[in-house]
């Protein structure tokens, strides 16, 4: 398991990895499924700015586009 960084202009997320205390019993995710607690960083989202998603050592820089944080600011409405 390994944290979920996620960045912003010069704001940066560390989102702690919760697959293995979630809900769903782990052995039937296969290893390419991971879940993680998104709860800081929806909560301080106040404009759909684009993110960067990196999780260390399996994905560098994954851009997020603003339409798409839009969606995920209305999850939490």
């Known amino acids: 398991p390994t944290n979920l960084i996620v960045s912003s202009g010069r704001k940066t997320w560390d989102l702690k990895d919760i697959t293995k205390i979630s809900k769903i019993k782990v052995e039937t995710l296969n290893d390419s499924a991971a879940e993680f607690d998104l709860s800081t960083l929806i ?14 050592g399996l994905i560098n820089d994954l851009p997020i586009p603003p339409y798409l944080v839009g969606e995920w600011r209305s999850l939490a409405e």
């Open 43 to 56: 909560s301080e989202l106040d404009k759909n700015r684009p993110l960067r998603l990196s999780l260390p």
